[in-house]
């Protein structure tokens, strides 16, 4: 009993003085370290405002409120006029930057993935095209792309009092596309709520096929029937409200086009340069990604009678995204990025309209700097988000 | 123990680094900078002719390289000590704000928004200009209120940008604005059709006709819709740096007015009875002393640059292909608005 009673004590671990104990010690030096470098960033964020104050800039978030004074060349979600702030300015440039980011993101991830299967091919021919076209388009610099892809989009269109001219209601010239927009009037609300009914309704339709395919076999064609549901429930809600839409045309008055919707050459040749430099470099990544799978996978499903179309679809790339997601997050975070370089082609994303003319309005670099770069780490921070929340969707359970 | 002190003292190494690193921007006045270096750094724009614009050997010339050389001449004696750094209108101001630059002598508009936000001052107006308009003449346009719902091409972050949206909220008109960050590229897009219209300063339109394609294809409208005064500017915080830059540039007025150029600027220093003359060439009295500078600072002024309407003439006079007629740009008593203080 006694013996026992001596061992319990003895486990217990002996009391040591304050700085021999490591987890105060480690405590102490983390304390040090933060002091350090609180420090260090407060004495900067101190000297860069003495500095400015010494010499008479301006500094400070207030001009956010000030009255532009100057337009913008294309604002295609908010209304804007030289009477509005600073602030709507920077909003603008915001949203303009975010439309070409998610564009390009669309399209490079298609073509890239087209381009990796395709260097994967066993037809030489497709082997070698798709090839040429990883080696050019990586190999250039992406300035450059965009400057060819800016003039070669527009020396080949006519004027606007000589535009190509569909059916009397689309319009292509150098000053842009020029499409019918449509005017949605009071029913409209019908054939939202039809819409939104067709995607619950796919959605509990595919749980319903995939459950009876596990349990009878039977396969059930869930693509065609949601298609046919997205069109038809909102096309019986439109006809249920009597077509409660109108369309506003472009006509072309004294220079230009105006009315509809304009798509300015701008933002395609931005678009079509950033998607395909871009899809170069997810191509190898796909093909990399494909790669890494192991061959059996393809054989064994060969074995079971599957052809190569749905052995790829359905065998090999849910493995090869876990190889695939974690690159394509960082080239599509290049791609929001790249997107910056519209200041060379005139089309208004957030350093062109914030970073440059706000900036040389009202001389505040640093404050103007800084929005953008909390702009761009917000904007990565959310891409990266997600697409890590993906990963985990596809890794791999392990029993 | 050895990890925790190397730690430990990276920490404190980097904490006393910062604050040695943290001087103030600049050690001193701007023109302490000039003299310890022993140039001048004069930011220029990325090729304006007539203006600042490089020729085909890389020389840089110009009315405003010459006002940056009028400064080197009057604070070393040696017109050459000028390194140029050509600037877009984005970059411009804040090189002259960081220090990059001493002085700015590129086409700058005069506005009060530069002169106290930005902390900038500016030395004086080298150049009395307007903003104006150029079209193609097939559009068949007389003059720029028959302009509603034009496309219009023009650089970033300038006056330019504010008088275009003014003049045409003023007049009830409305335009779409394509802005880029280069002249060159603005010229391509306005070249290549993407807008109707080119809007800059008259005198710039005068110069980047020359660069493009066809120029007898394009008009300049008669409207001027601003006052565009360009000048040179230099940061706050240096009063002397900003005298020494002002009287330079009412010196090659001055000299002008009393009828000294560098042809005859030796002949007269030896024989003028003139006493403005015998003040300026340094004969009699020392202005320069009150700057800072030598007796003979305003005399290599005109010898090694020239009095003002010599560097007019040389870059934008009626043999150069910019062809500025002097208008507003001559002395006040020939009939334009130039008006130097006494240098006395």
């Given at each position: 009993m006694a013996a026992e009673n001596s061992v319990i004590a003895e486990a217990e671990p002996p009391k040591v003085a304050l700085w021999n104990d490591p987890q105060a010690r480690a405590l102490f030096y983390q304390v040090i370290v933060l002091g350090g470098l609180l420090f260090v960033g407060g004495t900067i964020i101190n000297n860069t405002m003495d500095n400015l104050a010494r010499q008479g800039i301006a500094s400070g978030f207030g001009f956010l409120d000030t009255t532009a004074g100057f337009a913008i060349g294309y604002s295609?979600?908010?209304?804007?006029?030289?009477?509005?702030?600073?602030?709507?300015?920077?909003?603008?440039?915001?949203?303009?930057?975010?439309?070409?980011?998610?564009?390009?993101?669309?399209?490079?991830?298609?073509?890239?993935?087209?381009?990796?299967?395709?260097?994967?091919?066993?037809?030489?021919?497709?082997?070698?095209?798709?090839?040429?076209?990883?080696?050019?388009?990586r190999n250039i610099p992406l300035l450059l792309q965009i400057f060819v892809w800016y003039f070669g989009v527009l020396r080949p269109l006519p004027g606007p009092r000589q535009s190509i001219n569909f059916a009397d209601s689309l319009f292509v010239n150098n000053r842009g596309l020029f499409a019918p927009k449509p005017i949605f009037e009071d029913g409209f609300g019908i054939i939202i709520a039809a819409f939104i009914a067709a995607i619950i309704a796919i959605v509990y339709l595919v749980k319903w096929?995939?459950?009876?395919?596990?349990?009878?076999?039977?396969?059930?064609?869930?693509?065609?029937?949601?298609?046919?549901?997205?069109?038809?429930?909102?096309?019986?809600?439109?006809?249920?409200?009597?077509?409660?839409?109108?369309?506003?045309?472009?006509?072309?008055?004294?220079?230009?086009?105006?009315?509809?919707?304009?798509?300015?050459?701008?933002?395609?040749?931005?678009?079509?340069?950033?998607?395909?430099?871009?899809?170069?470099?997810?191509?190898?990544?796909?093909?990399?990604?494909?790669?890494?799978?192991?061959?059996?996978?393809?054989?064994?499903?060969?074995?079971?009678?599957?052809?190569?179309?749905?052995?790829?679809?359905?065998?090999?790339?849910?493995q090869a995204l876990r190889v695939i997601i974690p690159p394509l997050t960082s080239q599509y975070l290049n791609l929001t990025k790249n997107s910056s370089l519209a200041a060379a082609i005139a089309y208004p994303d957030i350093v062109l309209v914030f970073g440059g003319t706000v900036l040389m309005q009202t001389g505040q670099a640093v404050e103007i700097i800084a929005i953008i770069m909390g702009f761009y780490l917000f904007v990565s921070l959310a891409i990266s988000m997600f697409m890590n929340w993906y990963n985990d969707k596809m890794a791999l359970v392990e029993r | 123990m050895k990890k925790t002190v190397t730690a430990f003292a990276a920490v404190a190494a980097a904490a006393l680094v910062s604050t040695s690193l943290v001087a103030p921007a600049t050690a001193g006045p701007a023109l302490d900078k000039v003299t310890g270096k022993?140039?001048?750094?004069?930011?220029?724009?990325?090729?304006?002719?007539?203006?600042?614009?490089?020729?085909?050997?890389?020389?840089?010339?110009?009315?405003?390289?010459?006002?940056?050389?009028?400064?080197?001449?009057?604070?070393?004696?040696?017109a050459s000590k000028v390194k140029y750094t050509p600037l877009s209108s984005k970059e411009r101001f804040t090189a002259l704000q960081s220090g990059e630059i001493d002085m700015l002598s590129r086409n700058t508009t005069w506005t009060l928004v530069r002169d106290t936000a930005l902390g900038l001052n500016f030395a004086g107006v080298a150049y009395y200009d307007g903003q104006g308009f150029m079209v193609r003449k097939s559009l068949g346009v007389k003059n720029a209120l028959e302009l509603d719902g034009a496309s219009v091409c023009t650089n970033l972050g300038t006056t330019t940008e504010l008088n275009l949206s003014d003049y045409f909220r003023a007049n009830g008109m409305k335009f779409k604005g394509v802005f880029f960050e280069k002249a060159d590229e603005v010229i391509a897009a306005y070249d290549a059709g993407r807008c109707d219209v080119y809007t800059t300063d008259q005198s710039a339109l005068a110069a980047q006709r020359t660069k493009l394609k066809n120029p007898k294809e394009h008009m300049v409208l008669p409207e001027i819709i601003s006052k565009e005064p360009l000048g040179p500017v230099v940061g706050h915080g240096d009063d002397q740096w900003f005298d020494i830059v002002k009287w330079s540039l009412n010196v090659m007025i001055e000299a002008e007015e009393?009828?000294?150029?560098?042809?005859?600027?030796?002949?007269?220093?030896?024989?003028?009875?003139?006493?403005?003359?015998?003040?300026?060439?340094?004969?009699?009295?020392?202005?320069?002393?009150?700057?800072?500078?030598?007796?003979?600072w305003s005399y290599n002024i005109i010898k090694q640059v020239g009095n003002y309407g010599e560097v007019f003439n040389k870059h934008l006079g009626p043999d150069t292909v910019v062809k500025l007629p002097r208008g507003l740009n001559n002395l006040w008593n020939k009939g334009g608005i130039l008006y130097a203080p006494p240098v006395r």
């Open positions: 295609p979600f908010l209304e804007y006029s030289e009477e509005n702030t600073y602030f709507r300015a920077l909003t603008v440039g915001l949203l303009n930057t975010i439309l070409v980011a998610v564009i390009g993101i669309l399209f490079a991830t298609a073509l890239g993935f087209i381009m990796g299967v395709a260097r994967l091919s066993n037809n030489w021919m497709i082997a070698k095209i798709a090839l040429v076209y990883i080696e050019v388009m096929a995939h459950k009876r395919q596990d349990e009878t076999g039977q396969a059930f064609p869930v693509f065609a029937t949601s298609i046919g549901l997205l069109i038809g429930l909102p096309i019986i809600g439109a006809v249920v409200a009597g077509f409660p839409m109108s369309w506003e045309f472009s006509e072309l008055k004294g220079f230009n086009f105006s009315g509809g919707m304009e798509i300015p050459p701008e933002l395609v040749s931005l678009t079509l340069a950033l998607s395909t430099y871009t899809a170069a470099f997810i191509a190898e990544i796909v093909r990399a990604g494909i790669s890494a799978v192991n061959k059996g996978q393809t054989e064994a499903a060969y074995a079971v009678g599957l052809r190569p179309g749905p052995t790829l679809r359905l065998v090999i790339i849910p | 022993g140039f001048i750094q004069c930011g220029v724009s990325q090729g304006v002719p007539g203006f600042s614009n490089p020729d085909t050997s890389g020389n840089w010339t110009g009315l405003d390289v010459d006002v940056c050389r009028a400064v080197a001449a009057a604070l070393f004696g040696d009393l009828g000294i150029n560098s042809g005859n600027v030796d002949s007269l220093k030896g024989s003028s009875k003139n006493p403005g003359v015998r003040r300026m060439l340094g004969v009699e009295g020392d202005t320069g002393k009150n700057l800072g500078l030598g007796k003979s």
